[in-house]
């Protein structure tokens, strides 16, 4: 029943029965790497939380010195991150199409660039980092894609492992959403994805939730969007916020009018089905940008693309 799990590659197996019961009970011929190793439980089922390569020793060790008890120092010891406060500005992202590795961000935020990333290679479209800001142990949840079934999951846990042992939480968001399609329901997405919108909205801990790029669809309410209570959120200026992009919208409406028009009899040329895509997607582009949420105060406020103003809205 511990908190945490660490699993040593070709050491540490967790299985419900060991091979020999299942080759006689299903047939299956199966090592016990295969069956229950460090591999499967890291980066597949996430049973473990921390992968590891070397000995029980070293990793006795490396929880000692890198684990969670690091972030539990005394205020007055944190340490200024090893980056420069500037390289942020090449850090955000200004086109929201393109990708960047979370991480670099985390790095620059807490204290010393010292960290501990939970079930690293478990869900890893959503990063989930133990640190501490300014002194202030927190638990920092960013996004590296679209949440997937695992990375809803991983979510879940680590909300709930913070709530359990009183952490703040800051959620740095940059979704486009849950993944969808027919192979994603079938594995669970809408299941997976409550437990963690739950985790969310009933963790009774500080939350901040920082924009610093997209905010779009469930992705917004996972990621502890206005309507799921964080004690303060703001924006990038870089930052959107919808229910979908503005081209995803167009794409939409364009399929809902194409089949209204089919059923009146009236065709609809490519001119005007394009111009009607142009329509929407200025609009979007308009109403989700960070200035139009901000003037009707649905955050707290637009704060600049830096270390030290995002620092400190997060410690105020």
């Known amino acids: 029943m511990a908190d945490e799990s660490v699993m040593v590659k070709g050491n540490g197996t967790i299985f419900l029965t060991g091979p020999p019961l299942v080759k006689a009970a299903i047939g299956e011929e199966v090592s016990s790497e295969d069956l229950g190793g ?17 000995t029980l020793s070293r990793t006795c060790t490396w929880l ?21 406060v500037k390289e942020l500005q090449s850090i955000a992202p200004t086109d929201l199409k393109q990708s960047f590795d979370i991480r670099s961000l985390f790095a620059r935020v807490v204290d010393g660039s010292e960290f501990d990333e939970f079930k690293q290679l478990y869900g890893t479209t959503l990063v989930t980092w133990f640190g501490r800001i300014l002194g202030q142990p927190v638990g920092i949840i960013g996004n590296n894609g679209v949440l997937f079934h695992e990375s809803a999951l991983k979510g879940a846990h680590f909300v709930e492992l913070c709530c359990q042992r009183n952490i703040p939480l800051v959620f740095l968001q940059n979704i486009t959403g849950f993944m969808v399609g027919s192979k994603s329901e079938a594995n669970g997405i809408a299941k997976a994805g409550a ?24 992705g917004n309410y996972a990621m502890c969007g206005r309507a799921y209570s964080p004690n303060f959120m703001f924006f990038w200026p870089n930052a959107k916020i919808g229910v979908m992009g503005g081209a995803q919208a167009a794409g939409v409406m364009s399929e809902i009018e194409k089949r209204k028009n089919k059923k009146k009899g009236i065709q609809w040329s490519k001119e005007e089905e394009e111009k009607s895509k142009a329509e929407f997607v200025e609009a979007y582009d308009r109403e989700s940008s960070a200035y139009y949420s901000t003037a009707r105060l649905w955050d707290d406020g637009i704060c600049n693309i830096g270390l030290l103003n995002t620092k400190t809205k997060i410690t105020n």
């Open 64 to 84: 000692g010195t890198k684990g969670t008890l690091v972030i539990y120092k005394a205020v007055s010891d944190y340490k200024e991150p090893l980056y420069d």
């Open 195 to 218: 437990k963690m919108v739950m985790a969310v909205s009933c963790a009774k801990v500080p939350k901040i939730t920082i924009v610093i790029g997209g905010s779009f669809g469930a």
């Open 38 to 54: 460090a591999d499967v439980h890291c980066k597949i089922s996430g049973v473990s939380d921390y992968f590891a390569q070397e």
